[in-house]
């Protein structure tokens, strides 16, 4: 069974920092880009950064841009997301994504909640 765990969320202040991590289990993800969406009470599932299986290539939403960074471990199977200068309007449930380049494989994550407190 494909899971993807994520782990990291909390509550943190504005200006604050924090980790997220997604790790990949149940199949290799070779040829999968990982990556992150968040969801705001009352909004759409928005993207928020994505990074290619070599990690040779990353994206990022225009709201998250030099503030958050995305990193994948050696395996592949284990994506990060670096969260900087955090803002309330950060706040959100944060869900890891796998695509695959190949096929229309998909997965999600259950999500872990963000709080910025202001």
């Known amino acids: 069974q494909v899971q993807l765990v994520e782990s990291g969320g909390g509550l943190v202040q504005a200006g604050g920092s924090l980790t997220l991590s997604c790790k990949g289990s149940?199949?290799?993800?070779?040829?999968?880009?990982m990556g992150w969406f968040r969801q705001a009470p009352g909004k759409e599932r928005e993207f928020v950064a994505a990074?290619?299986?070599?990690?040779?290539?990353?994206g990022y939403g225009d709201s998250v841009k030099g503030r958050f960074t995305i990193s994948r471990d050696s395996t592949g199977n284990t994506v990060s997301l670096q969260m900087s200068s955090l803002k309330p309007e950060d706040t959100a449930v944060y869900y890891c994504n796998a695509k695959s380049s190949r096929s229309a494989d998909e997965y999600w994550g259950q999500g872990t909640q963000v709080t910025v407190s202001s």
């Open positions: 990074i290619n299986w070599s990690g040779e290539n990353t």
């Open positions: 149940g199949r290799t993800f070779e040829s999968y880009s």
